[in-house]
């Protein structure tokens, strides 16, 4: 019997041995002409028919397990049910929340205070976050403004931060007429003197 066995095991084709035929090429310059885009669009529509008809049968056999329910077993699913529902109205607005801040900290934008926010729509009928409406709320907040303030407020009679005037120090005030040190304050030049930024 032992025999048997080597004999088999020697028959069987070696799989690491190298081949003496040369391997076949591959055409790299082919273009591929499948419309990727279709492809991908035609099985979405065969997994929405096929997730429909699973949801409907889902609902008959239920329905059917319903029927031939005693009494107290109606009510033990009833509590359950009931039971599930509140744990979902509890938690789905806590993880909408969660999945909300973290959507919008990703897309940079400040989230209204808890209490204008209806989170309620946010949350899908398992009791999850809504992503799209989710992602759809973001976008409706407005974006933060980050271009600076570069207009110079002070322009004209006091200079300021802005304006590329030159300050003047205590010592340069210390060889100046009053009439020139006003003058120079109109400028804009006592700025950093006086603590206007």
């Known amino acids: 019997m032992e025999e048997n066995i080597m004999s088999e095991t020697n028959n069987q084709p070696d799989d690491t041995a190298v081949s003496d035929q040369p391997a076949e090429s591959t055409d790299m310059g082919a273009t591929d002409s499948t419309d990727w885009k279709a492809e991908a669009e035609k099985w979405k529509a065969l997994a929405r028919k096929h997730e429909k008809g699973f949801k409907t049968l889902s609902s008959e056999l239920d ?15 009833e509590a359950e049910a009931r039971g599930r529902a509140a744990a979902l109205a509890e938690t789905g607005p806590k993880l ?9 900290a990703k897309a940079g ?8 926010i209806n989170f309620a729509p946010l949350v899908s009928e398992s009791g999850e976050p809504d992503t799209d409406a989710i992602a759809s709320f973001v976008k409706s907040l407005p974006k933060p403004n980050t271009s600076e303030f570069t207009q110079d407020v002070f322009k ?4 300021g931060s802005g304006s590329k005037v030159r300050q003047l120090t205590r010592e340069d005030l210390s060889r100046m007429t009053n009439e020139e040190i006003n003058a120079a304050r109109e400028k804009g030049q006592l700025n950093a003197l006086l603590g206007i930024a």
Do not use: N
């Open 156 to 159: 004209g009679s006091s200079g």
């Open 96 to 104: 909408a929340k969660a999945a909300l801040a973290a959507e919008a």
């Open 109 to 116: 934008v400040t989230l209204p205070d808890d209490r204008f």
């Open 63 to 77: 329905a059917i397990k319903a029927s031939q329910m005693s009494e107290a077993e109606k009510a033990v699913a």
